[in-house]
């Protein structure tokens, strides 16, 4: 039976029509700009441990200085064992990790088995290379299979590195600092989970671009912990007023009311059985 | 039988690859101003005045201090406000500091909240082909006692408000000033004065949902109350992150 589509490569190679046709709109926008892409500007960090991978997240999103979503969710579902964080512009992490999730449920349909994570790091670096950097997506890819715990970064130009942790977007140095400080190999469960936090709660500090809470994703062979939000922030905001308007504060101008001529062509009753 | 050599530029054959652009010398300009963040706001009451500021320092993405407050005292009765570039909001201030001096010593009285504004307005003016990359707001109470609000643009242009807010959440925060200060966009509510008590949380309100949504505003809040009676400082913490 002939493999689906989904392992082969497109056959035109490198594909820059659409480059080069940006490029040209962004002149045509009458000294406006183009709609600026909605980047995450982020603090994601991910951790190897004796049982399995952590990978954690903040929940803001930012679209340039003003947060657009303060709850959104940056730890992306691939396969039931490989989950993977995104950073960069969103609708690019988006797309490419549903891309990717996909195409290797399809390959789990045709060949019965889970996919392992070189599988899913393989081709979403083929992918990413093939658009040159156009697609801006910096991923943390974690997950657990037969061959043992895994932790990749993919960066937008097609690079991967296979690290034991990791930490990216806006607040990667905060974050980093923390997992260089306190990493071991073969950490126990509860301690991953406190470095990873400790992290993120450091980019979230540090860095303007991350904030609010914070996600967690613990992966192991017996399955999946997706705590969102594993710590909610600290601050609350609590109004001293409160304000409200009256029904009529809104000045009604002008009103058109359009009666709708129904008839009733037929009429069935079904009785519901409540007993 | 001859071949040629077909450049990488302009060459429109099979691959159809479009044109190569080398960049050449790239020249890094050196800017003499950097965006320091932060979000300023003013109320004129009947007889009191706030002039209001968050206390983050930040450039880029990172923050360089969580303890530094926009808010200037100038005199008993006027509070200015600068935010922008902080190297000139630092250098703005020490000048209006040191010409209130002078006309203190020439004209033995405190310059007045309005004679500070148009003296402002002259200074920010005279550096108009390089200027000062300053907003500034500055409260305080007239010669009548009655609360006053001066806003202005970078180069000096000014007018006297009821409340303004400016700085980086300056969009955020003056349409809701407008709303329940200006009481616009509303129809059938009764039109009461602003009480101290009310202005004063209405701030804090303000700026709690400034620090929400605004990057650049954040970890304290300071709050410069100005009456008849002198100047009263509070402190409120704000979000952190």
């Known amino acids: 039976m002939a493999l689906s589509t989904v392992l082969e490569t497109p056959g035109a190679g490198f594909n820059f029509e659409n480059a080069t046709r940006n490029a040209a709109l962004e002149g045509l926008f009458g000294g406006g700009q183009t709609p600026k892409p909605l980047k995450t500007g982020t603090t994601i960090a991910g951790v190897v441990f004796k049982d399995g991978v952590v990978l954690g997240a903040d929940t803001r999103a930012t679209s340039s200085e003003v947060v657009a979503d303060k709850m959104c969710a940056k730890i992306h579902y691939i396969s039931p064992n490989i989950y993977c964080c995104g950073a960069g512009t969103a609708a690019d992490t988006e797309k490419t990790t549903d891309l990717l999730s996909s195409n290797l449920s399809i390959f789990s349909l045709n060949s019965g ?8 790091v393989n081709i979403l670096q083929d992918m990413l290379y093939r658009y040159h950097g156009q697609i801006g997506a910096n991923l943390i890819l974690g997950g657990v299979d ?36 306190g990493f071991k190999h073969n950490l126990e469960l509860e301690e991953a989970k406190e470095l990873v936090r400790a992290s993120i709660h450091a980019g979230i500090m540090s860095d303007l671009g991350s904030g609010n809470n914070t996600d967690i994703c613990v992966i192991t062979k017996q399955g999946v912990d997706y705590i969102r939000p594993y710590q909610e922030s600290e601050y609350k905001d609590k109004r001293n007023i409160k304000y409200r308007y009256r029904p009529g504060t809104t000045p009604v101008l002008t009103e058109k009311v359009v009666t709708l001529k129904l008839e009733v062509v037929q009429e069935a009753v079904q009785k519901m059985d409540t007993a | 039988f001859v071949s040629e050599m077909l450049s990488a530029q302009g060459f429109g054959g099979p691959g159809k690859m479009k044109e190569y652009h080398y960049a050449g010398a790239v020249e890094n300009r050196f800017s003499p101003y950097a965006f320091n963040g932060g979000t300023v706001l003013a109320v004129a009451g009947e007889d009191f005045a706030i002039v209001a500021s968050d206390t983050r320092l930040s450039e880029g993405y990172s923050i360089h201090s969580r303890d530094s407050p926009k808010c200037y005292k100038l005199t008993d009765t006027t509070v200015i406000g600068c935010s922008g570039f902080h190297g000139d909001c630092l250098t703005l201030t020490k000048i209006i500091d040191a010409r209130l001096k002078m006309y203190k010593h020439s004209n033995n009285k405190t310059m007045t909240s309005g004679a500070i504004a148009a003296m402002l307005s002259t200074i920010l003016y005279s550096r108009r082909f390089f200027p000062y990359y300053v907003y500034n707001i500055i409260g305080g109470l007239d010669e009548e006692g009655k609360g006053a609000v001066y806003s202005f643009d970078p180069v000096g242009s000014y007018q006297r408000d009821t409340y303004k807010a400016g700085g980086s959440a300056s969009a955020m925060l003056q349409p809701l000033l407008d709303n329940q200060i200006g009481f616009k966009n509303m129809e059938g509510v009764q039109h009461l004065p602003l009480t101290q008590e009310k202005a004063v949380q209405l701030v804090k309100d303000v700026f709690i949902s400034a620090a929400e949504r605004d990057v650049y505003t954040g970890d304290a809040l300071r709050v410069c109350v100005i009456t008849k009676d002198g100047i009263n400082e509070q402190t409120i913490p704000l979000r952190k992150d």
């Open chain 1, 146 to 181: 037969c061959t043992g715990n895994h932790l990749y970064t993919v960066g937008p130009y097609g690079d991967i590195n296979k690290v034991p942790y990791l930490a990216m977007g806006s607040g990667d140095l905060a974050a980093l600092g923390i997992l260089e400080d």
């Open chain 1, 113 to 120: 088995r889970n996919p392992r994570v070189v599988m899913a």
